[in-house]
């Protein structure tokens, strides 16, 4: 299945990458962000903590699940955060 | 109501407080833990991330709910992330 992905780097604003998740939320009910390393883990919880207040006012209650994958960048395995973010059913 | 919170620090290994949240969520239902800063976030949600796994095999899928909480720190006031983590209903 295909479906969105949004990368997050220690360097992503977590209010930009919050209306991203709301947007993508909206769309198809969930979204999976992907970050590599502790600083982008940080921004991309942070995004979801912004992404609920905001949705939270159309009542949407959004939980997330954190889980690991391997990357490899530069030739390098790193591990990596990935998180499914959708609606509390 | 009193409960049991776990204090995540940049330090705490991963697998240990995998190791708590498994203990507290079969005891009270779900836990709250608390991070300040990107190291101590970092771990905690590697944290979550191993405790699924550990709890997947009982049959326990958890979810986790991350939201911000002021602390005030020698007498500096920094943001904090707390996260819920409870089983999925």
Redesign the interface.
Known sequence: MEYEVLKVSSKSVPTSVAGAIAGVIQKQGFVELQAVG??A??QA??S??IA??YLSETGI????????FNVTIDDEDRSA?K?IVEK??
Chains 1, 2 share one sequence.
């Open positions: 502790a600083g883990t940080n919880i942070k979801v903590a609920r207040a209650d959004l939980i997330c699940t954190p889980e690991f955060i998180l509390r059913k």
